[in-house]
């Protein structure tokens, strides 16, 4: 027989995290029976949160900002690359003065902790963070994108951007009972959507089968989630929804300190060999970082677990530019959170972008739709444009709301003829500010509507984010309509330096969903797909190696 071992499943090895002291008050010691007790109060915690989730608004890891350098500084970079690149060090310059924030969708609020068994709090501790959250929510200009069912089919915004996801779990570990962990994060839609299960069997456990596996599942990435990715691989689990978790976290490089070998204990462990090779892979594709090139990915994570013998789940996770996490700590010195770079000026090359502008075709959006659409299809795909003049902003809800209004009977909207449509919708605009952050949303989800919208007369041009469907193309080509594509992620750089005017146009009552006009200089866009059927990322999405079968998402 064999001797009982016991091993945890994610052995992490010590924090190397610097961390900023927020508050000294609400915390303190006891002792009792001998042992050393924290105790946390109440405000502790929602004081945390609060100053969590302003700062993972605003603020980016030091890493992930050299990443955005590096980019700059690769000659081998594509112009394309840079240009996105430079983009979001810019972003993150505003978002740093902690008025807009980096992202308009400012996400579902994530909190998982780790609470040592020495650790005493009034109870209720999901209820204090859920406040200080709710804080932040209220107070900061962020967006409510939170939706509660009230029937099976009707929603409504809950207006606090509650509820937030909170898990609290034991820590009984040495060194650790007495301490208090957290790991924060902000989750927008478009890179929780690239979320995505496979359920496998040991017949992927070849390199020439996951090679092939990887080849076809990671192109259908796309870009809607703004890429350069962190991206994370979790190959087994002893379940299909740990696998998911630990995909999340390790995107979040949560999981970093991790063996780097397995063992008969069953523990993961990082393959380091593995990462570079998918992130070479991940070069090669043509993708980049949204507009052709070779930085579709910051960095991979790989991370292999044990499994059931009949069983083999893959999740796939990503973190997009909106790199929103930090750690904190509650320990008997204070309450602490991650120190994030509040500098991040010095990221930013010495030398001026003024080449980056020789290709550029500019495009005047107050002319003639037909006028418009002349000049631009005279452009191949990939042309970098900028546009200035009025559009239209509609997403969701308004294209629902425009689609029922044809399906009546009723015209075209005139506004939908006149102008371009944007798919967004901005946070709240600060005082003394134009616009709230208002980057483009993912353009997939209106691909539905586009044949029948252009057939009576509207959407023509299309500006949003991500790589949409053949169905569009298809549209496109026989109704003489574009697509452009919007650099996802610097949201908070178009409202400050590209946005100039917002007015509620229609359907007020749907909130940031409604239809707005707004006035655009300088609006930076890729032409992605044109009236003769053409489709920047149709090519970039091909794989490129044999597919062998093994299996379907769930």
Same mark, same amino acid.
């Given at each position: 027989?064999?001797?009982?071992?016991?091993?945890?499943?994610?052995?992490?090895?010590?924090?190397?995290?610097?961390?900023?002291?927020?508050?000294?008050?609400?915390?303190?010691?006891?002792?009792?029976?001998?042992?050393?007790?924290?105790?946390?109060?109440?405000?502790?915690?929602?004081?945390?949160?609060?100053?969590?989730?302003?700062?993972? &608004?605003?603020?980016?890891?030091?890493?992930?900002? @050299?990443?955005? %350098?590096?980019? =700059? *500084?690769?000659?081998?970079? #594509?112009?394309?690359?840079?240009?996105?690149?430079?983009?979001?060090?810019?972003?993150?310059?505003?978002?740093?003065?902690?008025?807009?924030?980096?992202?308009?969708?400012?996400?579902?609020?994530?909190?998982?902790?780790?609470?040592?068994?020495?650790?005493?709090?009034?109870?209720?501790?999901?209820?204090?963070?859920?406040?200080?959250?709710?804080?932040?929510?209220?107070?900061?200009?962020?967006?409510?994108?939170?939706?509660?069912?009230?029937?099976?089919?009707?929603?409504?915004?809950?207006?606090?951007?509650?509820?937030?996801?909170?898990?609290?779990?034991?820590?009984?570990?040495?060194?650790?009972?007495?301490?208090?962990?957290?790991?924060?994060?902000?989750?927008?839609?478009?890179?929780?959507?690239?979320?995505?299960?496979? &359920?496998?069997?040991?017949?992927?456990?070849?390199? @020439?089968?996951? %090679?092939?596996? =990887? *080849?076809?599942?990671?192109? #259908?990435?796309?870009?809607?989630?703004?890429?350069?990715?962190?991206?994370?691989?979790?190959?087994?689990?002893?379940?299909?929804?740990?696998?998911?978790?630990?995909?999340?976290?390790?995107?979040?490089?949560?999981?970093?300190?991790?063996?780097?070998?397995?063992?008969?204990?069953?523990?993961?462990?990082?393959?380091?060999?593995?990462?570079?090779?998918?992130?070479?892979?991940?070069?090669?594709?043509?993708?980049?970082?949204?507009?052709?090139?070779?930085?579709?990915?910051?960095?991979?994570?790989?991370?292999?677990?044990?499994?059931?013998?009949?069983?083999?789940?893959?999740?796939?996770?990503?973190?997009?530019?909106?790199?929103?996490?930090?750690?904190?700590?509650?320990?008997?010195?204070?309450?602490?959170?991650?120190?994030?770079?509040?500098?991040?000026?010095?990221?930013?090359?010495?030398?001026?972008?003024?080449? =980056? *502008?020789?290709?550029?075709?500019?495009?005047?959006?107050?002319?003639?739709?037909?006028?418009?659409?002349?000049?631009?299809?005279?452009?191949?795909?990939?042309?970098?444009?900028?546009?200035?003049?009025?559009?239209?902003?509609?997403?969701?809800?308004?294209?629902?709301?425009?689609?029922?209004?044809?399906?009546?009977?009723?015209?075209?909207?005139?506004?939908?003829?006149?102008?371009?449509?944007?798919?967004?919708?901005?946070?709240?605009?600060?005082?003394?500010?134009?616009?709230?952050?208002?980057?483009?949303?993912?353009?997939?989800?209106?691909?539905?509507?586009?044949?029948?919208?252009?057939?009576?007369?509207?959407?023509?041009?299309?500006?949003?984010?991500?790589?949409?469907?053949?169905?569009?193309?298809?549209?496109?080509?026989?109704?003489?309509?574009?697509?452009?594509?919007?650099?996802?992620?610097?949201?908070?750089?178009?409202?400050?330096?590209?946005?100039?005017?917002?007015?509620?146009?229609?359907?007020?009552?749907?909130?940031?969903?409604?239809?707005?006009?707004?006035?655009?200089?300088?609006?930076?866009?890729?032409?992605?797909?044109?009236?003769?059927?053409?489709?920047?990322?149709?090519?970039?999405?091909?794989?490129?190696?044999?597919?062998?079968?093994?299996?379907?998402?769930?």
């Amino acid at each position: 027989m064999a001797d009982f071992r016991y091993q945890e499943m994610l052995p992490l090895g010590p924090d190397q995290t610097e961390y900023r002291l927020v508050t000294e008050a609400g915390v303190s010691s006891t002792t009792v029976d001998g042992r050393t007790i924290l105790r946390v109060e109440p405000q502790a915690l929602r004081t945390l949160a609060f100053e969590a989730i302003h700062d993972i &608004q605003h603020l980016l890891r030091p890493g992930h900002l @050299a990443q955005l %350098r590096r980019i =700059l *500084d690769d000659p081998e970079a #594509s112009g394309n690359d840079r240009f996105v690149a430079l983009d979001l060090l810019k972003n993150a310059n505003i978002a740093a003065g902690g008025v807009l924030p980096m992202c308009q969708d400012t996400g579902t609020a994530i909190v998982s902790a780790k609470k040592g068994q020495y650790v005493w709090t009034e109870g209720e501790d999901e209820e204090h963070l859920s406040h200080g959250i709710f804080d932040a929510y209220q107070q900061l200009n962020l967006r409510y994108s939170q939706m509660a069912p009230i029937s099976m089919f009707e929603e409504r915004n809950t207006g606090t951007n509650l509820p937030a996801q909170i898990e609290i779990y034991a820590n009984t570990h040495a060194g650790h009972q007495a301490q208090y962990d957290f790991l924060f994060m902000a989750k927008g839609g478009g890179s929780a959507n690239k979320s995505y299960l496979y &359920q496998q069997t040991a017949a992927l456990l070849n390199p @020439a089968s996951f %090679r092939a596996f =990887l *080849d076809e599942s990671l192109r #259908s990435l796309g870009t809607a989630a703004c890429p350069p990715y962190h991206l994370a691989v979790v190959v087994g689990g002893t379940s299909a929804e740990y696998a998911l978790k630990v995909a999340k976290y390790a995107s979040a490089r949560y999981l970093d300190s991790l063996p780097v070998h397995g063992s008969m204990d069953g523990h993961g462990f990082r393959d380091l060999q593995m990462e570079q090779e998918i992130w070479q892979m991940t070069q090669e594709f043509g993708i980049g970082a949204q507009f052709g090139g070779k930085y579709f990915c910051h960095d991979v994570r790989v991370i292999r677990l044990p499994r059931h013998g009949a069983s083999c789940p893959v999740a796939i996770a990503v973190s997009c530019s909106a790199d929103r996490q930090a750690l904190a700590r509650i320990t008997a010195e204070g309450v602490f959170l991650e120190q994030l770079e509040r500098d991040p000026a010095q990221y930013l090359p010495e030398v001026t972008d003024e080449h =980056l *502008d020789d290709e550029v075709v500019r495009i005047d959006l107050d002319r003639p739709m037909d006028d418009i659409r002349r000049q631009l299809s005279a452009l191949p795909v990939r042309t970098r444009v900028s546009l200035t003049g009025s559009m239209i902003v509609a997403r969701d809800l308004a294209h629902a709301r425009i689609k029922e209004m044809l399906d009546r009977g009723e015209p075209m909207p005139q506004y939908l003829r006149d102008h371009a449509v944007y798919y967004a919708g901005p946070a709240k605009t600060p005082q003394g500010y134009a616009s709230g952050s208002f980057g483009p949303t993912t353009a997939g989800r209106m691909d539905g509507y586009v044949d029948q919208f252009q057939q009576a007369g509207g959407s023509f041009v299309m500006l949003a984010k991500g790589n949409r469907s053949k169905a569009v193309t298809d549209a496109c080509q026989a109704n003489g309509g574009f697509y452009l594509g919007s650099i996802g992620g610097p949201a908070a750089r178009l409202a400050q330096d590209n946005i100039t005017k917002v007015e509620v146009l229609d359907f007020a009552e749907l909130g940031m969903e409604a239809v707005w006009r707004i006035e655009v200089v300088d609006f930076p866009a890729f032409v992605v797909v044109d009236d003769k059927g053409n489709d920047f990322f149709a090519e970039t999405m091909k794989p490129t190696i044999t597919r062998i079968p093994v299996g379907k998402p769930s």
